[in-house]
T-cell receptor, first 112, second 112 residues
Framework: EPEVTQTPSHQVTQMGQEVILRCVPI?????FYWYRQILGQKVEFLVSFYNNEISEKSEIFDDQFSVERPDGSNFTLKIRSTKLEDSAMYFCASALSGQPQHFGDGTRLSIL | DAKTTQPTSMDCAEGRAANLPCNHS???????VYWYRQIHSQGPQYIIHGLKNNETNEMASLIITEDRKSSTLILPHATLRDTAVYYC?????????????FGTGTLLAVQP
C-alpha cells in the first residue's frame, strides 16, 4: 500500500538555525498538509497546500514557516530561525480530492 | 467546526469487540464523521469515515445514530496492536482541503 514518507526521522538543530523537513506524499495525491504535535499535546494543523499555493494556514504558521513543492514529488516545510518551542513531531499528510488524509510517521524536531 | 466529546480512556480484553463512543451533538448536515488512531510514536492512521449511513471496512465499523449526534467505532476483535489513541473528528463537506482538528481522543488499552 502506498504511504507518505518523511525524512529525517529525527532532526536536532541549534536554536536560530534554519531547518527543512521533507515529505514524499503518495504519488497521485494533490492535497498536502503539515501538522505538528508537541510532546504530550494534541495534533495541531499548520498548513494545507493545493495547486502550488497555500489554501489555509493556522496562527502557528507565522512568517518563520514556509512550504514548498519544489519538484513535483517532494513537499517541504522550512522553519527559518528555529526557537525552542518549535520542538515537536511534525507530520506530513496527503490526500486525493474528497478522500481521507494519509499521514507519514513524522519527523521529531529537537531544538537545542 | 463541530466539536466532539470522547471518553479519556477505555480498556478492552484481547479478542473482544472494542466499542468507542463519540458525541458530536452540534454536527452540521454537511459534516462527516472521521475516525483516526495514533499508535505511540507514529503518525495518525485513517480508520473509517461516514456521513449518515453505517460504514464497514477491513479495520472497523462505524455506527452513526439516526440524528447524527453520536457515533460508535467498533473494532470487532481487538488485538494488542490496537492499543492506541482514537480520535473522532467532524469535518465539513468531506473535502480534502479541509483541515483535521484533533482533540485529545480516547486511549484504548487492549489487555491480554
Amino acid at each position: 500500500e502506498p504511504e507518505v514518507t518523511q525524512t529525517p526521522s529525527h532532526q536536532v538543530t541549534q536554536m536560530g538555525q534554519e531547518v527543512i523537513l521533507r515529505c514524499v506524499p503518495i504519488s497521485n495525491h494533490l492535497y498536502f498538509y503539515w501538522y505538528r504535535q508537541i510532546l504530550g499535546q494534541k495534533v495541531e494543523f499548520l498548513v494545507s497546500f493545493y495547486n502550488n499555493e497555500i489554501s489555509e494556514k493556522s496562527e502557528i504558521f507565522d512568517d518563520q514557516f514556509s512550504v514548498e513543492r519544489p519538484d513535483g514529488s517532494n513537499f517541504t516545510l522550512k522553519i527559518r530561525s528555529t526557537k525552542l518551542e518549535d520542538s515537536a513531531m511534525y507530520f506530513c499528510a496527503s490526500a486525493l480530492s474528497g478522500q481521507p488524509q494519509h499521514f507519514g510517521d513524522g519527523t521529531r524536531l529537537s531544538i537545542l | 467546526d463541530a466539536k466532539t466529546t470522547q471518553p479519556t480512556s477505555m480498556d478492552c480484553a484481547e479478542g473482544r469487540a472494542a466499542n468507542l463512543p463519540c458525541n458530536h451533538s452540534t454536527i452540521s448536515g454537511n459534516e462527516y464523521v472521521y475516525w483516526y488512531r495514533q499508535i505511540h510514536s507514529q503518525g495518525p492512521q485513517y480508520i473509517i469515515h461516514g456521513l449518515k449511513n453505517n460504514e464497514t471496512n477491513e479495520m472497523a465499523s462505524l455506527i452513526i445514530t439516526e440524528d447524527r449526534k453520536s457515533s460508535t467505532l467498533i473494532l470487532p476483535h481487538a488485538t494488542l496492536r490496537d492499543t492506541a489513541v482514537y480520535y473522532c473528528i467532524v469535518r465539513p463537506n468531506g473535502g480534502a482541503t479541509n483541515k483535521l482538528i484533533f482533540g485529545t481522543g480516547t486511549l484504548l488499552a487492549v489487555q491480554p
